[in-house]
């Protein structure tokens, strides 16, 4: 697979505006203002309020970008937009690719009949999430119990983080723009479409089943196998191939004398590398995957006793008590968010004796860094779905395609980390229907 990375930089405009200036992407609106002198230090006095007119307005970013003869030629060239805040129409030379809505999903559009070789030129624009809610929440009022949000709960009627349009806690600056990875991904044959990892605990050993699924866009079928190999401290503990049927594969990969995941402060937290390659009749590589995971069992213990019901984890078998923090977005411009940011605050939460972080449903799903690092220190996750203290469409069906389509991408990205110890539903909301 051929990959051509389309961050770095872009230039923004305002639509309603001819000059441009310098972007960086990944990035936002906001921090390419600041970036460029447009604006004062938002956190600064009152300037939340004297920016508001950002949030209002409509942006458009664009870039150029080079491709290979060779890439144009392959049998399919993806578009993936693993981030893009949020209402956005995307254009490649000059012709309509599509439209988004979501700025928790990962978008892949098929652009091989637009592409040239050379020069080509992609533009987004960002239509203004504080205009569309507003108009949205005129026709169909979502209750909610803000406490101190500027826009209520119209934020519930459009898949963004909810606390950028205000919380509680934080200001309101409603940001927009390509906030992950965008790049090219150009192949031939076929590619890994899925790989889903379960574990099996028995009298002390692990068992590995993989499940592998794959997508094939030659016009001729080829055939196909994966090749599975589990490492340890560079050793490889496991390995074993399968053919590929009808676009699927399971394997089974017993390990030997394994070494257990603990949740900081109950052990160590031993992580194997597990490489999952695609491979032709020839044995030639064809897509390759990677996964870092522990071994734990990890389990949330609800039973029924005198008081209700138990609320408690397990880790192995063994029950510990859950001492841990709330976690919402390190910045308002989560951009701006480093991995040694990420490592500094984890840190701290496990020298002050945690074990244990809840990512809040008013923010985002974080960066694949947050997680590795929570699995290196032994940090559980206690993981909500992006919904916060309000109501939402639920009679809208297509908004619900939506947000099936956004729990899919994130619970594939997410579900192998030895760290997710809970998915949670919402943040708060279950209180509509009981206060």
């Known amino acids: 697979m051929q990959l051509i990375d389309l961050g770095g930089p872009w230039t923004v405009r305002r639509a309603d505006k001819k000059k441009r200036i310098a972007a960086t992407v990944p990035g936002c609106v906001h921090t390419d203002l600041l970036a460029a002198g447009k604006i004062d230090d938002p956190f600064w006095r009152d300037n939340e309020t004297d920016l508001q007119w950002i949030g209002e307005a409509d942006w458009v970013y664009r870039r150029t970008f080079d491709v290979p003869r060779g890439a144009v030629a ?20 000059g012709k309509r690719v599509a439209k988004t809505d979501n700025q928790h999903r990962t978008y892949e559009f098929d652009v ?18 504080v205009s569309y809610v507003r108009r949205a929440d005129k026709k169909r009022p979502m209750p909610n119990w ?12 459009l898949r963004k983080s909810a606390c950028n349009f205000g919380w509680d806690w934080g200001p309101m600056l409603t940001t927009c723009g390509i906030w992950r990875d965008i790049y090219l991904a150009a192949f031939d044959t076929a590619r890994l479409a899925d790989v889903r990892i379960e574990q099996t605990h028995a009298r002390g050993g692990v068992t590995l089943d993989v499940a592998v699924a794959s997508e094939t866009v030659a016009k001729k079928r080829a055939k196909l196998a994966a090749n599975v190999v589990v490492t340890f401290g560079g050793r ?59 071994l734990r069992e990890l389990k ?15 880790a192995n ?41 809840r990512i809040w449903g008013g923010g985002i799903y974080e960066y694949d860094a947050f997680y590795d690092l929570c699995g290196e220190m032994g940090l559980v996750v206690f993981q909500d779905f992006m919904f916060a203290c309000s109501a939402y469409p639920g009679f809208d069906e297509a908004f619900l395609d939506n947000v099936r389509a956004e729990v899919a991408d994130n619970v594939r990205r997410l579900r192998h980390h030895p760290c997710i110890g809970l998915w949670c539903g919402n943040n708060e909301i279950c209180l509509l229907y009981t206060s």
């Open 74 to 93: 392959r049998d399919r060239v993806l578009l993936v937009c693993e981030g893009l805040d949020t209402l956005a129409t995307v254009t490649l030379n």
């Open 112 to 129: 091989k009949r637009l592409l040239k070789a050379g020069r080509n030129t992609i533009e987004i624009r960002f239509d203004s999430a």
């Open 146 to 157: 803000g406490g101190g949000v500027v826009t209520t709960g119209a934020w519930a009627h």
């Open 236 to 294: 490889v503990v496991a390995e074993a191939t399968a053919p590929i049927r009808n676009g699927r594969a399971k394997l089974s990969l017993p390990i030997a004398k394994p070494k257990l995941w603990w949740p900081a402060g109950m052990g160590e937290q031993p992580l194997y590398d597990v490489t999952v390659d695609l491979v032709d009749a020839d044995g030639g590589l064809v897509d390759s995957a990677d996964r870092r995971i522990g």
């Open 300 to 314: 949330l213990v609800q039973k029924t006793d005198r008081w209700g019901r138990s609320f408690h984890f397990e």
């Open 317 to 357: 078998g063994r029950p510990f008590f859950a001492k841990g923090a709330n976690w919402i977005p390190a910045d308002p411009f989560v951009t701006r968010v480093t991995e040694a940011d990420y490592r500094r605050l984890l840190a701290d939460s496990v020298a002050a004796n945690m074990n244990m972080i």
